[in-house]
Every structure is written in C-alpha cells, then in structure tokens.
C-alpha cells in the first residue's frame, strides 16, 4: 500500500468526491501510477485487480490499445470543436452507430458531458416537450425508491438516495414516487411475479396525476447506488404500457446499466421497449474522457423545430458537449464489441462469476446472491440473522482489506458487487473471488455485529 510522498501531498490539495477526507488520515488516499488491462498499479509496483471498473467506466480496462491508438490519432486531427454550429466525423460515425444499436425509433441523439447532466437534458426536454403541445401542466416526474440518477439538482430530484439527496432537500423539486420493483431478496423464480405487481402503484398514481406527470425515470433492470438492486423486464413492458395508455414519457437511464453491462447490449432490449428518452454515459467512452448522450425519437426532435422567433428551440449546452477525442474513443470502443464477440463472451464469464461466488465465497456470510449480466452482487452478512452494527462501517473496511489482497471494490454499505471489466479471464476472476474471500475473512473480527431487523430496501446507505 501506497504511503509515499504522493499521497501525503495529495491529502493536502484535491478534494475527493463523495470521499469524507477525514477517513483517509488513518488511510491514505493511494495514487495509482499507471494502469493496464485490469491491473492498476501504485508508486510502490502494488497491484490492485480493478473488480469495478473504475466506477463502472473501463469495460474494456485501462489502456487498450485500440482505444488508445484511436485517442492519439484523433488528437492529430481535431481535438475539439463546438458542437453548436460545427460538427465532425467521430460524432457523425458514434450517432450513426448508436442510433444502429438503440431500441427502434431513438434517432435523435442530444450529447452532453457526464451523466447527471444527460439526466438534466432528459428532464428539461420531456417537461419542454408537452410544453410545446400545449400541456404544460406536465411538468412533474415519477422516480422510483432506491433511484439514484446522478447529483446535479434536477438529477438529485430524482434521487432517492437520503445519503446524497437529504441535505439539499431545500433545493431540489419533489419528484412523485413509487416503489421500487427490487427484487434482491427474492429467489429468482418469483422476480417476475413481484416487479409485474409493483406496477399497481404506478397504475393507480398515473389515474390520479397523469395531467401533471411528465415523465417517469427508472434504471432499467438494476438501481445501481442504491445496492445493486435488482427486478425484472416484464416491469419495464409493464410501464412502457401504462406510459402510453395515460401519456406519461419513460425515461430510461441506461448510464450505469448500458453498452452490454446487464447482459443485452442496452438493458431495455430485454423488454423490447423503446423508452421515449435513453440516456447513456460511463461506458460509452469506455473510460476515456468524458462524454453523455440522450438518444430520442424524431416525433420529440419534431416539437423543437421551428423558426427561430417561434421559440421553440432547447436551449441547453456544455462547453465540450459532443468533444471529438471523446467520440473517437467511443467509435472505437463500439467496434469492439462485434470484433470481439463482447457480448458472446459476457454470457460465460458471467456464469463464472456466479460459480465462483458460490463456490470461493464464505457462504454463511452471504445473503441475496444476484446477478444480471456481467453485474454480481450480494449481501455481507456477519452470520444469518446478523447484520453488522452501522457504526463498524463493515463496507469500507471490507474495500480497505480487499485493497491490501490486491482487489479494488467499493462496497455499498454492506452490499457488495463485482462490475469487471469484460476484458477479465476465467483466471482473473478466480484472482478476484478468492482475494474478495480472503478480504471478509480478514475484516470480519474487526467488526460489531448487531441482530438483523427486517428486510427494507433502503438497508444501508454508508458509501465505502
Ligand atoms: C444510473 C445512473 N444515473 C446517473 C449517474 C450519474 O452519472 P455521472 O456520475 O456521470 O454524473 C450515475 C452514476 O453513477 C448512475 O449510476
């Protein structure tokens, strides 16, 4: 572990994000020197086996070489270019490609720069949207409990994560909400029994409210920061019904949960909708640079088409909105996936990610064992009936005694999840469960336990 110079000096300048800093005076922050493929590596040559991709960014691990190559090349050519006005090939070659590979009908793709701001894009243009057809009173937006859908105001409106939202409850709108269709406490045969139920509640605020709702958000298939939760497609056909039937736009927020993560290319695949809004980020540039798209149908594009004094425009920008190295990364990163039959390969390491978790991981210390695609997760229980005393903080120090088996995860609360990068071998997983193995053994004595109360959705919001 890392207790160089860099660290002490880092402590002193950056500000990290969702980080409270005194935690690190009893451990420091690590610098990573360099990182290749799945390994990041510190100033002392430690290593560390990225299990999260870096915040679920780095599908294909650090420094690929043709992500790489297309980054350099590009940087020869153009770096950047307003998109207001201006266009250029990388960001024609991505929408194309992307309009190819969204549900049917999403041709409009509106770009921005990180996701919380794609969320912001999404909502400002549904409300604008029945705006435009003479509905303005539709302006409000359904979220479900557990969302979380980035930490900008209007994203955090929509986040029901009290860890992050609470504070700013004075500045945020007040979103209508609904049950989260969770299913990670349930065996797998009932998911679609339950997520097909939580639709009444939907159904019945739709009846009351639809002439104020503008649109409804959800992460499709899994709700990523608030656990890893996860339900079940036929609540996405479900709700793709129910927004037609009272006129209520569906917001897909696939930033965490695209580009092949649950498994299908793009998680509403598995429903077979088309949400009237997709937004994408994290893994669209592969961890490159940052970058964030929301894809639309023409009928919306449509409605802010006009001439310039009827005022119908969206008004919305971002200084590096569409920036060309970005969209270069994200070309190259796309072909990828048909080049390496990505997908093809994901179905079988996410099989053994599910074998190893049952075989290499202490089972009486594991509850609600889930997966979706190339996203495992679980509970970190002391023992059955126990759960750990809030105050021992069990998720971050299981991610500091995973970090010193040479293994970065990030725990939330005590749920724990496995997002590698889709470059990752049999063999490197094996690396990874039985280091995450060692890791609970290692932390489990320093811990409190307590007895387990009920079941709730919103068990532990402590971030590692
Ligand atoms: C589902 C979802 N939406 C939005 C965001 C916000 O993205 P960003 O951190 O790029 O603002 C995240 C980030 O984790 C996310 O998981």
């Not at 870096?54 to 790489?68: D, K, T, Y």
């Not at 029945?130 to 929509?158: C, D, I």
């Not at 998680?267 to 994290?282: G, H, N, V, Y």
Request: charged content about 15%; proline content about 6%.
């Amino acid at each position: 572990m890392s207790n160089s110079f860099w660290g002490e000096r880092d402590q002193r300048l950056i500000w990290h994000p969702c980080t409270q800093m005194h935690d690190h005076e009893s451990f420091p922050i690590l610098p990573i020197k360099k990182a290749r493929g799945i390994w990041l590596e510190d100033f002392e040559g430690h290593r560390y086996l990225d299990a999260i991709s870096s915040w679920w960014v780095n599908i294909f691990g650090h420094a690929h070489p043709e992500l790489n190559a297309a980054l350099s090349t590009q940087a020869e050519q153009l770096a950047h270019i307003m998109l207001a006005g201006f266009s250029h090939q990388p960001i024609i070659e991505l929408s194309a490609m992307l309009v190819d590979r969204a549900p049917k009908g999403l041709v409009r793709c509106f770009y921005a720069d990180n996701g919380a701001s794609a969320i912001e894009v999404a909502l400002k243009m549904s409300m604008h949207a029945w705006r435009h057809q003479g509905m303005p009173g539709k302006n409000r937006f359904v979220a479900l409990s557990n969302s979380y859908h980035g930490e900008t105001l209007g994203a955090l409106s929509v986040t029901d994560i009290p860890l992050f939202s609470a504070t700013y409850a004075p500045l945020l709108t007040t979103p209508l909400r609904v049950p989260s269709p969770d299913c990670s406490h349930l065996p797998v045969d009932q998911w679609q029994q339950h997520s097909q139920a939580s639709l009444l509640a939907v159904e019945l605020l739709f009846q009351k409210r639809h002439t104020e709702i503008a649109a409804m958000i959800v992460e499709p298939l899994v709700q990523g920061a608030a656990g890893m939760r996860m339900y079940h497609p036929a609540y996405l056909s479900g709700l793709r019904s129910l927004c037609n039937q009272y006129q209520v736009h569906l917001i897909a927020d696939e930033i965490a949960v695209g580009f092949g993560r649950t498994g299908t290319f793009f998680a509403c695949e598995q429903a077979s909708i088309t949400p009237d809004f997709l937004c994408l980020s994290k893994a669209l540039t592969a961890g490159y640079l940052p970058m964030s798209v929301v894809l639309t149908t023409d009928f919306i594009y449509q409605l802010f088409y006009g001439a310039y004094e009827q005022q119908k425009g969206f008004m919305h920008s971002h200084s590096y909105t569409g920036n060309a190295l970005a969209a270069a990364v994200a070309v190259a990163s796309l072909k990828l996936f048909d080049r390496d039959q990505v997908l093809c390969q994901n179905q079988q390491k996410s099989v053994w990610m599910q074998e190893m978790a049952e075989n290499l991981l202490p089972k009486e210390q594991i509850r609600h064992l889930r997966r979706c695609g190339m996203i495992l997760a679980f509970d970190w229980i002391p023992a059955p009936g126990q759960v750990w005393d809030p105050e021992s903080r069990a998720g971050l120090a299981l991610h500091r005694a995973a970090l010193q088996h040479g293994i970065l995860i990030r725990p939330i609360g005590h749920q724990v999840y496995i997002m590698p990068p889709y470059i990752i071998t049999e063999e490197e997983l094996e690396v990874l469960f039985r280091g995450i193995s060692k890791a609970m053994h290692h932390a489990y004595p320093h811990l409190r336990v307590a007895t387990s109360p009920p079941y709730t959705s919103t068990d532990d919001w402590d971030l590692a």
